[in-house]
């Protein structure tokens, strides 16, 4: 009996009270006694856990043949234990598939209980609600639906509606079957953080796009209009992309670089499933593409979102057990490759407005490389005064840095994140794009459309198109 089978088995006995641990243990036929002993003691003690992040990760729903015993077992080991020991078999397949999002459900967890460390999940004092909870965004895909469809459609799913949240108490206060609409973005829904939507046939169709809010962010704030030419410098996994071209309703082009090939296969898959026509994919470090080239002529738009420490990522706090903190070689890297490819990105000539963001916390990614780039294009690009009434700034380490944004659990109710929006100086700009955001639209145009095809109908003998 290999050692996993074994420890479920035990575990099982154990759970229904079958006898005592020690007992099971050493009436095993499994050779390392030890080794058994200390992995089911140790899913025992995180045993409510692993049952709260198997619940919310769907395993169980997705993996019909995992039995509940060997799954928790299985998600110690990977999660918080040593790794799959002796190579995992078919289990490391198997778990290899749910790995990124058990890593995130624990982490929602930490954030839901306010703790930073596995062991701080133990602790009696730790309940769910006592600390800052990050709620289930759901951005509507507008290529293939519209807001008011979505919520038509949850609500004879059996959700209830409860309109469009005035604060961020009301999405704090969210329970149960409850959703609302963001305060701020139209098209995105909130659901209470507990809820699982990966297998929901909206989501699965590419009608709903499970996205953080703050991740939202970016896009909206670059607002190109339709028909522009957009580059997204480092592009996968493809979400803000996808984001993009539902801004541009599909007219225009969209060019996205990522180096990575298997990151970019996946987002190709994404864009397709969301209906994505006006974007053309480049395994392509984005530091090779020249300014100058013709194809970019008409570019007036670019988001770059670059390689960061991932330090305000909720799942990070599984991997780096100091809150997240990189080391200080590692930011250094990191901030240098952002500081160039920022730079790279401001020298293209039509250039317009770009949107620098990280979902980093740390200064030396974030204000450090946006002061830089300041200095280095003085009199050409300005920082954009954004959203002032979003509640987290910039921090105060240059004059300006007010205009810069900064996103975090407690503050916003979303993931970390930083975000710039750099604007060309000697051109007058537009009305902010986040004025419409904070005056948004009716949800459905419908009427309109069906008034102006009865016009159509009435002066034509042809069926408009």
Known sequence: MGLYAAAAAVLAGVESRQGSLKSLVYSSSFQNVKQLYALVCETQRYSAVLDAVIASAGLLRTEKKLRPHLAKVLVYDLLLGKGFRGGGGRWKALLGRHQARLKAELAR?????????????LQERSRPGQAY?????????????????????????????????????????????????????????????????????????????LQDKASCLP??????????????????????????AALLKNQGKIFA?????????????????????????????????????????????????????GSGMLSRQLEEHGGGTPSKERLQALAGFQQRALCHA??????????????????????????????????????????????????????GSEHCLRASPETTLTGGFFIAVFERAEVVSSPAPQDKALAPEPLSKAPKRKKRRKAAAGASMQPST
């Not at 973005?185 to 939507?197: S, Y």
């Not at 990280?358 to 920082?383: P, Y």
């Open 219 to 244: 896009a909206m704030l670059l607002s190109p209009p339709p028909g522009s030419h957009v580059i997204d410098a480092c592009a996968a996994p493809g979400n803000k992309t996808s984001y993009i």
């Open 109 to 121: 967890l930490k954030v839901q209980r306010g703790v930073s460390r596995n062991e701080d999940l």
């Open 257 to 309: 670089f990522d180096q990575d090939a298997k990151r970019l296969a996946a987002m190709a898959t994404l864009l397709a499933r969301a209906g994505v026509s006006c974007c053309e994919l480049a395994e392509k470090d984005f530091l090779t593409v020249s300014p100058t080239d013709q194809r970019y002529g008409q570019v007036q738009y670019i988001l770059l979102d670059p390689s960061c420490s």
């Open 346 to 399: 401001l020298a293209f000539p039509s250039l317009q407005r770009l949107v620098y963001s990280t979902c980093s916390l740390c200064q030396e990614e974030n204000e450090d490389v946006v002061q830089e780039a300041l200095q280095q294009n003085s009199g050409i690009f300005r920082l954009a005064p954004v959203l002032p009434t979003w509640p987290h700034r910039g921090l105060n380490t240059f004059p």
């Open 133 to 209: 909870q990050v709620p289930r965004f759901v951005r509507v895909n507008t290529l293939k639906t519209c807001p008011e469809d979505a919520i038509d459609y949850f609500k004879r799913q059996g959700f209830s509606y409860q309109g469009r949240a005035s604060s961020l108490e009301d999405l704090r206060a969210l329970k149960g079957q409850h959703f609302l609409l963001d305060p701020l973005l139209p098209e995105l829904l909130v659901f209470p953080a507990q809820t699982d939507l990966h297998e929901h046939p909206l989501y699965r169709a590419g009608h709903l796009i």
